[in-house]
């Protein structure tokens, strides 16, 4: 006996298993759809007939790994709270209301969709069968409603959606296979039962044949009954069949795109991934290589899904504008495909060459601008438009979040530097010219670096009070102010008109001036203008010669003397149509000899008879009207929705004032 004991103690051990086994183990162990699994055996199969010291063997384990790392079935639970959302929105962004109401829309509807219960119509002429089946099913959890006969069930399915309409096959005015008929047409997601007490073959083959999913014989067994619909009930994929919509946030640089999906990430309970999109130009970085190549990796959606683990994350295509072409491809023709919720649902990378679903995917893409996008591209995104921060937007946004988050970074916080809201304004105003608040962001850095200098060099680390930076203090510390913004003129002058321009970093005045000297009618235009902008002001100047008899202009003025229009700050290029109006208000001023108010500002396109055509950018320009100290502002007619939209206390003390035409506003200008 000890002999077989010690054999039996000095055995071997068993045999590790091999890789192929446990790949073998996880395709039957995953709950992989159908098509990879299929695709998952192939594989394996393929690898049992190859010798493991090629360098196929290896590419195939690799493969199949991957294949069964993606998270076919893993799903995040969406946090549907409407008010927890809408608080982590409110604590991580100031403003942004249209932004934020679109992200809430989505939640409701994703909230209302999913707390849909499933609905059952029953359709019997006999009022006990009707009552006892309703009964048993609102036992079982249901949302049930009746109808005595087909007309009756036609008219509850125009006003309501149902998952299941249960009916008799007999019944007065309609019978039960007429009904399914119409049903179908109204409603063709809506499953029908039929329920007779005459159940033959024939009957039960036309039920089938015309759309039926159940047929019942009466009298009704109700354990069939009960286990039929909990079937029908698990087959129903209404939540899971939302479609996520493809958001594009579109605007300047600095306001808060990215912090924004990062915001509706938490508020879903989701992970986030960001991805960036500046100079891609292979098309396989997105598709992948297909696996023939030497070194071929799938493309980054699935590597970064396989990493993350979940198959609804939030993906960050940041600055989707600024992809790059070349004869390796248009990556941008890849989104055509995956941001397209009609395809995405059958998205295939070249590497891994099975069908994976995307549409739960919820992607949010970021542009500058995106007139840089092609048409069918653009065609598939919803664009959210970003508009530039008001100052005093911008104040708020460095008191509640960059001025807190930088004193932490620089140590300032054993006691907190008080920064005060005239210093923040001052840097506003003076050391930056953005639409959002990097730059500011950056200025506010530069004074805790050498508010922390300053407290190291004053032999303490804590000091007995809080150090104050006011107004005064700014410079000092940042040095003269950069920018000196525009402001309205105190002066009336003849030939010079104020007028609004956006640009990329918000809204600005500007002075078109005019003046006229002897000649033979030539004009001169000056002020880096582009070719848009010249023909604006060759347009308002046709337009006023043509309207010399109603302004009371000599017409010999406009042969005999040349014309020079100018536009200041002359190493700033400018262009545009929205300064048509002011031009055209210009020159009127110049030729009737009446100077213009200084503080009427004005922007609009005209057309050649004299017509104010509406333009963009309108909240931006009303803030820069206001900042300048502007009275009044003229506005085309078509404006006016837009002003109507804005919130009234941005420029409160502003007058606008909306004309179709340019004899309308020319009264409201002169002095």
Known sequence: MLFFQKRTEGALPPSPISDLDQLAARIEAEALPFHAREAARRELERLTKTD??????????????????????????????????????????????????????????????????????????????????????RKEGYQVRGASNGLEALEEVR??????????????????LELLAEARVLSPATRVMLVTGFATVDTAVAAMRQGAVYYLAKP??????????????????????????VLCFSGPPGTGKTSVGQ???????????????????????????????????????????????????????????????????????????????????QFVDNYLEVPFDLSQVLFIATANDVGELSGPLLDRLEVVPFQGYSAGEKVRIAEDHLLPRQLREHGLTHPYPVVTPEAVRLMVDGYTREAGVRNLDRELGRICRKLAKLRLEGGTAAPAGPVTVDAALVPALLGPARFVREAAGSTARVGVATGLVYAGYGGEIIFVEAIRMKGAGALTMTGSLGEVLCESAKTALSFVRSKAGTLGIDPQAFLTDDLHLHIPAGSIPKEGSSAGLTVALALASLYMGRALRPDVAMTGEITLTGNVLPVGGIREKLLAAARAGAKRVILPEGNRPDVLGLDGGDCPDLETVFVRTVLEALPLALA
Not at 109 to 126: I, K, P, Q
């Open 52 to 137: 493991p010291s090629v360098a196929e063997y290896g590419v195939g384990l690799a493969y199949l790994d991957f294949l069964l790392g993606l998270p076919w079935n893993v799903a995040t639970p969406d946090r549907l709270d409407l008010p927890g959302a809408e608080a982590v929105l409110d604590a991580r962004h100031h403003g942004l209301g249209q932004v934020k109401d679109r992200v809430l829309e989505y939640l409701a509807s994703r909230s209302l969709r999913n707390a849909t219960g499933f609905h059952v119509l029953v359709v019997d002429d006999e009022e006990i069968a009707r009552a006892n089946l309703e009964h048993v099913l």
């Open 159 to 176: 006003r309501w959606e149902f998952d299941l309409i249960i009916t008799d096959l007999k019944m007065d005015k309609m019978d039960g």
């Open 220 to 245: 009704v067994n109700l354990d069939e009954l009960r286990a039929t619909v909990a079937g029908l009930v698990r087959e129903k994929t209404a939540p899971t069949a939302f479609r996520s919509p």
């Open 263 to 345: 915001a509706i990430a938490e508020a879903l309970g989701r992970k986030f991934h960001r991805i960036s999109l500046a100079g891609l130009r292979d098309e396989a970085e997105l598709r992948g290589h297909r696996r023939t190549y030497v070194g071929a990796l799938p493309g980054r959606v699935l590597q970064s899904l396989s990493r993350l683990g979940v198959r609804n994350p939030v993906f960050m295509l940041d600055e989707i504008d600024k992809i790059g072409k070349d004869f390796r491809g248009d990556p941008a023709a890849v989104f055509l495909e995956m941001l397209d919720p009609e395809q995405n649902g």
